[in-house]
Structure formats: structure tokens, C-alpha cells
């Protein structure tokens, strides 16, 4: 069975400071990665995501993660932050069927 | 213009009572998605449909039936309910159902069992 870890609970970083969130996954096969976001009051929205090729993908509002398969890992990365930011952060992934198996989620909290 | 509705956005209800939850996707997508989100904010799948048939099933309660009567809505009923099934349930839906796609999500409906 698939699962994933996030190890950053709740992070708070001041504006233009950089971000990297990190994200482990367990499972035997060929893994799709994912990362959604959930701003405050709203509905999960996909940042990016990998399946296949350059393992560095780049994202909306320059978010980019890079699929390092040795590590098992998908961290996120995003050079400078900005308030609007601030949101939970979740990174899931898919085998071979398409249910999400998601991690617990990371709060981001971006200071003026 | 929503792609992907949910109503109620918060229902609360008393223990035992029964209780559905609607979504309706306007992307012309084939498979439809319900998650439940806890009160630490994890997420797990329920169920899946492609095309109104049963894909995914994870080991929910027979208390939760999931019915889709076209392959634009999936609705969500609890029979039952209990304190444990406090949760927001978010509905999701993706082209065709395979592991790479992006899955769209609604806004959650958000369910207070008292």
C-alpha cells in the first residue's frame, strides 16, 4: 500500500523568505506525484505535478518540486514567498489507480 | 461556472439521523470522487465511480452509499449517523479516471454530527 509522509507541520516564514516543504513517499511501483494546495476557505487546487521525465516540474505561482526516486521524495520549493501564500499544503500520490493517497498536510503561515 | 459543486457547504445533524450530500461536475468528466477530510485535516478516498460504475471502494461503513445517477453527479448518503462521521467531504472529479490526471475538487461540505 501507498503512503505518504509530510514531516513539516505547520511552517511560518516571513514574505520573501524561501520555502521547501518536504514530502516522502512509500510504495513498490511506479508512482505519480501530486501537490494540492487549500487556501483558507477554499477548495484543493493542483499546484503541479510528476509522472514522467524531467523529474524538476514547475508549477503555478512559481511553486517547482523535484522528484528525487533515490529519496523517495517530492519536495517543494518555491524561492520566495509571498502572504497570499499561506495556505495547507498536501502532497498525494497515485500507483497504478487513480485514488490519491494523501499526506497530512503542511499549514503555511506567510508574516507581513 | 463551478466546475465541481457540492451542497450543503455545512449541514448539521443530529445522531442517527440520515443525511445526503450532492455533487454535480459541469467538466463532462467520466469518474467522480469522494474524500473525507478529519479533523486533523487528512484526507482519505471513499469512493470512485467511472462512468456510474463503482471503482473504488475503501473500507467505509455500509452505513455510506454513494449513488450516481448520471456520470455528472455523484451524490453521497449516511445513514445512521454518527459523532465519528464529523468530517468535510469533498467531492472530486477527473477525465477519465486514470493515475496521472489532475482530479478537480469542490468546495467541501462540512458535516457536524451532534
Known amino acids: 500500500a501507498q503512503s505518504v509522509s509530510q514531516h513539516n507541520h505547520h511552517v511560518i516564514l516571513s514574505e520573501a523568505a524561501s520555502l521547501e516543504l518536504g514530502c516522502n513517499y512509500s510504495y513498490g511501483g511506479t508512482v505519480n506525484l501530486f501537490w494540492y494546495v487549500q487556501y483558507p476557505g477554499q477548495h484543493l487546487q493542483l499546484l503541479l505535478k510528476?509522472?514522467?521525465?524531467?523529474?524538476l516540474v514547475k508549477g503555478i505561482k512559481g511553486f517547482e518540486a523535484e522528484f528525487i526516486k533515490s529519496k523517495f521524495s517530492f519536495n517543494l520549493r518555491k524561492p520566495s514567498v509571498q502572504w497570499s501564500d499561506t495556505a495547507e499544503y498536501f502532497c498525494?500520490?497515485?500507483?497504478?489507480?487513480?485514488?490519491?493517497?494523501f499526506g497530512t498536510g503542511t499549514r503555511l503561515q506567510v508574516t507581513l | 461556472d463551478t466546475a465541481v459543486s457540492q451542497t450543503p457547504k455545512y449541514l448539521v445533524t443530529q445522531m442517527g439521523n440520515d443525511k445526503s450530500i450532492k455533487c454535480e461536475q459541469n467538466l463532462g468528466h467520466d469518474t467522480m470522487y469522494w474524500y473525507k477530510q478529519d479533523s486533523k485535516k487528512f484526507l482519505k478516498i471513499m469512493f470512485s465511480?467511472?462512468?456510474?460504475?463503482?471503482?473504488i471502494n475503501e473500507t467505509v461503513p455500509n452505513r455510506f452509499s454513494p449513488k450516481s445517477p448520471d456520470k455528472a453527479h455523484l451524490n453521497l448518503h449516511i445513514n445512521s449517523l454518527e459523532l465519528g462521521d464529523s468530517a468535510v467531504y469533498f467531492c472530486?472529479?477527473?477525465?477519465?479516471?486514470?493515475?496521472?490526471?489532475?482530479?478537480?475538487f469542490g468546495p467541501g461540505t462540512r458535516l457536524l454530527v451532534l
Open positions: 465511480y467511472n462512468n456510474k460504475e463503482l471503482i
Open positions: 472530486a472529479s477527473s477525465q477519465e479516471g486514470t493515475a496521472q490526471e489532475t482530479q478537480y
Open positions: 510528476y509522472f514522467s521525465g524531467d523529474p
Open positions: 498525494a500520490v497515485t500507483g497504478t489507480a487513480s485514488k490519491l493517497t
